[in-house]
C-alpha cells in the first residue's frame, strides 16, 4: 500500500473513532487516545515524519496549537525499540516552544495518560499506549533531568509527578504486552522511581559543603 494512503487512511479512520465515540457516549475527544500503539509501532520512520509534517501543516493553516498537541502525543505513543521518537520529536517540540506551549502541553500529557492508566474503563491497548506516552516523556525529559540534581526544574517536576503517580499496568495489559513480545517494565511510575533513585544516590556521595563561620 502507498505510504501516503496508508497514512491518510489511519489518520482518517482515528478520526472517526473520535466522531463515533463523541456521539454515542459523549466522551470527549481529550478522554481519548489518538492512535493506538498497535498502529504507530507499523510506521516507519518516514510514515512517522509525515505525520508529524502535516500535523505542523494543520497548526499553521488554523493558527491552532491542538495539531501540535496531537502531534505530540502520537510522537510518544508507539514503543521506541527503534529509537523513532528521537529523530521526530523535534519537528514538533521546536513549534511549541516557538509558542510557549511545550511545558504545558506535557503538563496536559501527563495528566491524560495518567488518567487513562488509572481507570477502570480503559483497555489493555489504551493502557499500554498511555504507558508508552509517559515512559517515552522520562526518557525525553532525563538528559535535562541529570543537570538539575541541585536545582528541580520542569523535567524533575514532571518526572517526580510521574513517579508519585504509582501507576502499574493491570494484568491484561501486562499479558497484552507479553503477547505482542515488547520489552517489559513494571511501568513508567517505576521508571521515573528508579531514576530518582539514581539521583538520590549521587547526591549522597557528594561531599557536604561546610558553611564558613
Given at each position: 500500500?502507498?505510504?501516503?494512503?496508508?497514512?491518510?487512511?489511519v489518520l482518517g479512520g482515528c478520526c472517526l473513532f473520535f466522531i463515533s465515540c463523541a456521539s454515542s457516549n459523549g466522551t470527549t475527544r481529550s478522554a481519548e487516545i489518538q492512535m493506538s500503539y498497535q498502529?504507530?509501532?507499523?510506521?516507519?520512520?518516514?510514515?512517522?515524519?509525515?505525520?508529524m509534517q502535516q500535523k505542523v501543516k494543520a497548526a499553521k493553516s488554523t493558527n491552532s496549537l491542538q495539531p501540535l498537541e496531537d502531534g505530540l502525543e502520537i510522537c510518544l505513543s508507539r514503543p521506541d525499540e527503534d529509537g523513532l521518537v528521537e529523530k521526530t520529536i523535534s519537528l514538533i517540540k521546536n513549534p511549541l516552544d516557538d509558542n510557549n506551549a511545550w511545558e504545558p502541553t506535557v503538563d496536559a500529557?501527563?495528566?491524560?495518560?495518567i488518567a487513562i492508566m488509572t481507570s477502570k474503563d480503559s483497555n489493555p491497548t489504551d493502557q499500554l499506549t498511555a504507558g508508552f506516552i509517559l515512559e517515552n516523556l522520562i526518557a525525553e525529559l532525563k538528559p535535562e533531568f541529570t543537570k538539575q540534581y541541585e536545582s528541580a526544574g520542569f523535567e524533575t517536576r514532571t518526572i517526580e509527578r510521574i513517579a508519585k503517580a504509582e501507576i502499574e499496568f493491570s494484568a491484561a495489559a501486562v499479558q497484552e504486552r507479553n503477547l505482542s513480545l515488547m520489552r517489559g517494565t513494571a511501568?513508567?511510575?517505576?521508571?521515573?522511581?528508579?531514576?530518582?533513585?539514581?539521583?538520590?544516590?549521587?547526591?549522597?556521595s557528594k561531599p557536604k559543603t561546610k558553611n564558613k563561620k
Open positions: 500500500m502507498n505510504k501516503k494512503i496508508f497514512i491518510t487512511a498502529k504507530l509501532k507499523l510506521l516507519d520512520l518516514d510514515q512517522m515524519t509525515e505525520i500529557l501527563v495528566d491524560k495518560s511501568g513508567p511510575s517505576k521508571v521515573a522511581q528508579q531514576i530518582l533513585m539514581q539521583r538520590a544516590d549521587v547526591l549522597k
